[in-house]
């Protein structure tokens, strides 16, 4: 087991450089599977999510090769049942689905794990491989069969702006036959990110980054290069790390667009932030005007961020309000940020912080991966040390976050147990 040790109060400076995004590279690495010869995605994190991923298709027959950030695959697999040992590693493993339907019109798959931030039922995944003419069983381990004949466009409206869906949709409805009409598609970065990938592959996909996704269906896909954008997630965690602690602390490689809803926030709430073409610099101050945030989809608030944000509750004078509208257990680190001296109550979804907060060096667990971001970022602002507990969440999603941190002046280490 891995804990990290964080020695607070010490001011931050320097850069930080973004990595590829999670939440792209975790959907591109199962979607290369449709294309018939080799691709290259630059920029992929080496984080354990795309570790399992590359260790999932290497396990159906690819050869996958790693060389610094680029990841080269040759697709040529078999569709065999994935152990639920590895689905069940993250989240994203129902890529999976959606990526040997397409290619194979058949999969066999189980459930996969993830952060247990909430239910996270894959229903509107299903209804749309049912629209598109496939037929779904499962068993009682947890064990689904998705068959087609033939996968025919269909026109499918989500009732929720679903991530995954739109994704696994996508991914089955590129090499079906005509037209597919995705309605009230999700609009985030990621999905433009894999559908420019898709396209890159001979797909025939517009209207990505809208709520309508239009796809027609063509017989095959090529291998191509492609480029993951940057993590707007990690980009916003190290934001609000250097509002709470940083000197001039350079943000790099970030899409200041993606994290608008962020800076306006951070803006509004007086930190100093400058934001340029890739980079956005930003230091700390004592105080700062609390605001209230509600999370939403793109480009509302990411709920991936209101975990770390809510730390700069400590630093405002009053009562800051956080509501979580996406997932319903999402408020796992409260218990952990009160160790750390912060007051919190929660009435259901939303949490009320009263700042200012003297933050105080504890021991605190990670219960899921952005809780344990938001226990790096109040240890880094916290007086002493901090050990944080079940690390693993946070080393699925944060690339090399001890030596970014340390580069920047950060004491913060990683100690096997
Ligand atoms: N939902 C359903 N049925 C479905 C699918 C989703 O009811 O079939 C509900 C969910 O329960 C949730 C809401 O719809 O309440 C939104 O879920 P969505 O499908 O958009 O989320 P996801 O695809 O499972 C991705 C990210 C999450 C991020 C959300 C929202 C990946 C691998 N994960 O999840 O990222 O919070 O979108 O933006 O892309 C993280 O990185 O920490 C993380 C959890």
Redesign the pocket.
Known sequence: MKIMKVEGNHKLSGTIKISGA??SS?ALLPASLLADTDVTICNVPEITDTDVLCETLEYLGADVRRASESVVITPTIENKVIPQELTKKL??SYYFMGALLGKYKHVEIYLPGG?S?????????LKGFEALGATITNDDEGKYVVDAKELKGANIYLD?A????TINIMLAAVLANGKTIIDNA?K?P?IVNIATYLNNMGAKITGAGTSEIRITGVEKLHGCYHEVIPDR?ETGTYLIIGALVGENLKVFNVIPEHVEALTSKLQEMGVNITIGSDSIVVSSKESYKPVNIKTMVYPGF???LQQPFSVLAARCNGKMKVEET??ENRFMHLPELEKLGMKVERTGMVATFTGPNKLKGAEVKATD??AGAALVAAALAAEGETTITDVEHILR?YEGIVEKLTDVGAKIKIEEI
């Open positions: 999670k939440n975790v989240r994203a952060c931030i909430g239910k996270r039922p894959i229903d509107l995944h929720i679903s991530v995954g869906a999700a985030e990621e997630i990411a709920t991936d996406i997932w991966l952005r999603g």
